[in-house]
T-cell receptor, first 113, second 113 residues
């Protein structure tokens, strides 16, 4: 059973508009959440993270929101740029000695000029 | 030089052959991981190692083996390759003190014919 779910395989937005990527999880013990970005022919790279004790973390154009009661997090990109076109993976971890990341299936974002 | 280097970048092999994928890192991290990416399935954990003497199976370890030759080196072997092991393979590392963020290599594209 998938513990981290990204139900939208793809998303297309216009340059300058907001991109919202969603992620749901089932394990209430997860204590840290991360977003990774992946370009073709490259490995995933860390984008932004949030601890379970927070509900928002912002870094420039990227903001991650966490709703623990709904077991839902989202990544907002404002404004979206063509260079943001990539696959975005949501990941979660139990932390500590069990710090393996569990990844969602990814959402392919296309930002059109 | 890249922090996490995977060799080879691309490989085509025949069914039944033994093949080894190699990973080396210069980050000084204790933890190393092997992931597999398939279209629509995201990143799935094959094996992980928290130090040289520690090897653990991940979600999909059947058909694979690993060797942690040194802190900096972690290799993945397919003893007898089969076509459904055709995939993109990623090595990753993380710091023992903060196991949350991973640094990924650029990946090895393996095709088994």
């Amino acid at each position: 059973d998938q513990q981290v779910k990204q139900n939208s395989p793809s998303l297309s937005v216009q340059e300058g508009r907001i991109s919202i990527l969603n992620c749901d999880y089932t394990n209430s013990m997860f204590d840290y959440f991360l977003w990774y970005k992946k370009y073709p022919a490259e490995g995933p790279t860390f984008l932004i993270s949030i601890s379970s004790i927070k509900d928002k973390n912002e870094d420039g154009r990227f903001t991650v929101f966490l709703n623990k009661s709904a077991k839902h997090l989202s990544l907002h990109i404002v404004p979206s740029q063509p260079g943001d076109s990539a696959v975005y993976f949501c990941a979660a971890t139990l932390g500590g000695s069990q710090g393996n990341l569990i990844f969602g299936k990814g959402t392919k974002l296309s930002v059109k000029p | 030089d890249a922090d996490v280097t995977q060799t080879p970048r691309n490989r085509i092999t025949k069914t039944g052959k033994r093949i080894m994928l190699e990973c080396s890192q210069t980050k000084g991290h204790d933890r190393m991981y092997w992931y597999r990416q398939d279209p629509g399935l995201g990143l799935r954990l094959i094996y992980y190692s928290f130090d040289v003497k520690d090897i653990n199976k991940g979600e999909i370890s059947d058909g694979y083996s690993v060797s942690r030759q040194a802190q900096a080196k972690f290799s993945l072997s397919l003893e007898s390759a089969i076509p459904n092991q055709t995939a993109l393979y990623f090595c990753a590392t993380s710091d023992n003190r903060d196991g949350y963020g991973y640094t990924f290599g650029s990946g090895t594209r393996l095709t088994v014919v």
